[in-house]
């Protein structure tokens, strides 16, 4: 057997820093909602901690040695909800650069585990404030010890850059026509170096931040409504914010005969209030789906809505605003789904304000 080390080619790697980036890309179509669109991801947990951050820990550190403000063996200080402290302290154990990690306490034990076993030190903040609380006792730990380099990602310019000149420039190798690209917003060096580099290819790609809720703990993803702006977050590339929203009541109308009381065709409706508490057909809707039941020669037998806080009975404003005594009015309960099914969905007369509720078959 050779003692020689293996020959670094396209699989194999000197070591695991030469590892990171040039992640793969995968077309996921059954995700796609229609053969015209074409969804592809760049599966960033091939890099070697794991996750997109050894890119940004990489950037950060290499650009600190670079201009001296991080000296051979000098400590790293850095807040992170697991995986930026988990590429430095990979990163760190190579280089030989201790890290210290401030990770909110509710972080999983497994990332936890994985510092540990990078030779980390973990100093715990209050779960409850979340990466904001892990940023602030940071800061007083690094003001409060000079001999501490913390590469703070949430305003370090190598963090954009890393994906401005590494992330971008892979994802246009291979696919030159980028009509939008999305991406969770943590620091938002992702969206912001990626960002510019798609756009300054064609400027009319479309940036989309994924934000959670404010308030909703998503371990390295914010919200930019709960006030904190990361200095790194370029918001002039970001065109739109997925929020995940509670949804809204969902409507549409059943034809069939009234004779004998029998739907057989659904025809879905937009809810013109988008309101997850109300619903009114779409007034464009209701003329289409109105001219498509008398077309068929059917009539109109129910009119149906979601209701996605409250059990599949007609509320007050439901009552008032029943315009069709001849109709059914079919209720669906998105609360009532998982407990109790068999309540889930309810049918209704409605006339004069008053609410009758009538069997129902489904077959
Ligand atoms: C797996 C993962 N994806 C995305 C992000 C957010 O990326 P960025 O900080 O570049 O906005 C994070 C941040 O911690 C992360 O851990």
Sequence with gaps: MSSAP????KDRFPDLIAAIGNTPMVEL???APSPDVRIIAKLEGANPSGSVKDRIAHAMIEDARARGALQPGQTILEPSSGNTGISLAMIGSLLGHPVRVVLPDN???ERAQLLRLFGAEIISSPGAEGSNGAIRLAQQLAAAD???????QYGNEANPRAHEEGTGPEIVAEVSHVDAFV?????GGTLSGVGRHLKRIRPATRVIAAEPLPGEQVQGLRS???GFIPPVLDESVLDE????ELPIEACGLLAGSLTDGLATTYFPARNADASPLRYSVHPD??????????????DLVAIFHSHTHTPAVPSPTDRRAAMYPDAFYLLASLTDLAATPERALRAWRIHGGQSFEVPLRVD
């Design 6 to 9: 293996p020959a670094a080619g």
């Design 29 to 31: 179509r059954r995700l």
């Design 107 to 109: 972080t999983t034990e």
């Design 146 to 152: 000079p001999d501490l380099f913390m590469p703070y």
């Design 183 to 187: 991406a969770g917003l943590g620091t």
């Design 224 to 226: 930019l409504e709960e």
């Design 241 to 244: 914010h997925a929020r995940a």
């Design 285 to 298: 809707d209701l003329v289409r789906i109105t001219y498509a039941i008398e077309d068929a020669g059917q």
